[in-house]
């Protein structure tokens, strides 16, 4: 999609924004959640809506781009450009500048998981929280880099879309893709150990694969739904509010999400809002550089300042800002500027 004739580029740059306002709280050691837990009694944070909002849009636009990739190359390795200069380069900073943040009577280069922090991140299925010694003392401790849990399960999302690829243009693809759904929401509300086992052999959690897929294949799904008709829109964009808002009201909303959060982002997202959806083209497609930076930015803060939640707030999402700004125009940008590598090459030996 086009960040000129939508409002996506926007919506993600809330949604990363949403995940550094929930963190401010955790991260600075409050008792209570953000405002919108505290309002919803917990049942859904600005977190919550900020990585399965991601998650939604990502659903709608990679079966999008899995249905314009000329094989399941192409597929891999615009998937992998997108995930991978980022976090490599945010992963060998953290290294570089953890000494800063450094407390152990070990030497910081004699210690053994600061060699195995990379390597094990970039497996993104065997993620390393920490590295030993580093942001022990805060309120959240260990942990360096909380926000890249995501990143297994929405490589885990591209998997599955890729075996969607042989049988893409078959009408009974919609179907397969409603089935995925289907199956996901019963699994994530019903039986959410299924398979527990063989989810923790490969570093994911049943409960958290079955509750993302639900909310990808939810964007899946409505990469069918026709948005010409604006009245149609802004009724279902209506009602699904109103369903959101009593299905909280009523304590069901984890029956309810599925179903009103996918349509609220995906009908919103495909607008396209005067002002808004220049976004992207104006500072760029940055709320992964937010979202990846923004965790690490947090802690050291907190080491550095020992701030309350709000302090850490306005602080943490500008420095934020500013590295995903950076990130984007300086490594994301000029990655993406190789995403057709792979067709031309193919073209050119056809």
């Known amino acids: 999609m086009n960040s000129r004739i939508n409002n996506f580029d926007f919506l993600r740059f809330i949604f990363a924004s949403f995940v550094i306002i929930s963190h401010s709280y955790g991260l600075s050691g409050a008792a209570e959640g953000d405002v919108l837990s505290r309002l919803t009694n917990g049942q859904m944070g600005f977190s919550y809506v900020g990585v399965h909002g991601f998650f939604i849009i990502s659903g709608y636009l990679i079966l999008n781009s899995l249905m314009r990739c000329k094989d399941l190359t192409d597929y891999y390795w615009k998937r992998l450009l997108r995930l991978y200069p980022a976090l490599i380069v945010v992963l060998i900073l953290t290294v ?152 909280l009201y009523l304590q069901v909303f984890r029956y309810t999400c599925y179903l009103t959060l996918p349509v609220l982002v995906i009908l919103i997202g495909s607008k396209s809002t005067l002002y808004i959806n220049k976004l992207g083209d104006v500072i760029g497609d940055i709320s992964y550089g937010i979202y990846i930076y923004s965790f690490p930015i947090q802690q050291a803060l907190m080491y550095f300042f020992k701030l309350d939640s709000i302090p850490l ?27 057709d590598l792979v067709s031309k090459r193919r073209a050119i030996h056809a």
């Open 96 to 247: 570089l500048l953890a000494p800063f943040v450094y407390e152990s009577t070990v030497p910081y280069w004699k210690n053994t998981s600061v060699y195995t922090y990379i390597p094990q991140n970039l497996t993104l299925f065997f993620r390393q929280k920490g590295i030993d010694g580093v942001f022990e003392n805060n309120p959240y401790k260990s942990s360096i880099n909380g926000s890249l849990w995501t990143i297994c399960y929405e490589f885990s999302m591209y998997v599955m879309v890729s075996l969607l690829f042989f049988i893409r243009t078959k009408s009974f693809v919609k179907i397969i893709v409603a089935l995925l759904f289907v199956s996901s929401y019963t699994l994530s509300v019903f039986n959410p150990d299924f398979l527990y086992g063989l989810f923790v052999r490969v570093g994911l959690g049943s409960g958290s694969f079955y509750n993302l897929m639900c909310f990808f294949t939810a964007g899946m799904l409505l990469t069918y739904l026709k948005t010409d008709n604006k009245k149609m829109v802004n009724t279902l964009i209506t009602l699904a509010f109103i369903v959101l808002v009593a299905s």
């Open 313 to 339: 707030m306005i602080f943490s999402t500008i420095l934020s800002f500013i590295m995903g700004y950076i990130s984007w125009h300086l490594i994301e940008k000029k990655a993406l500027k190789h995403k």
